[in-house]
């Protein structure tokens, strides 16, 4: 689940060159994020530039408060 989420989080802020498709790939990112000042910086410049795409998105919070809706009037309708 977390890895799920991570990988929706990083496709929002458009920083798909960190998500890995397994365990070696993983370590090679990590790795070159260590080990790469420049990448690391870009990547990080990269999640600054976009996080207003990640932490303005009202989207989810709608889907929460029409699912709490849905629930809640079944149980008090009655």
């Not at 070696?24 to 070159?32: C, D, L, N, R, T």
């Not at 410049?45 to 303005?56: G, P």
């Amino acid at each position: 689940m977390r890895g799920r989420h991570s990988d929706s989080f990083l496709k929002m802020l458009g920083v798909t060159d960190t998500i890995a498709e397994n365990e070696a790939e993983y370590i090679e990112i990590a790795v070159k994020l260590g080990l790469d000042p420049a990448w690391r910086l870009s990547i990080a410049e990269q999640m600054s530039q976009n996080h207003d795409r990640l932490f303005d998105d009202k989207a989810c919070v709608a889907g929460l408060e029409a699912f709490y809706i849905q629930v809640c009037s079944k149980h008090f309708s009655a």
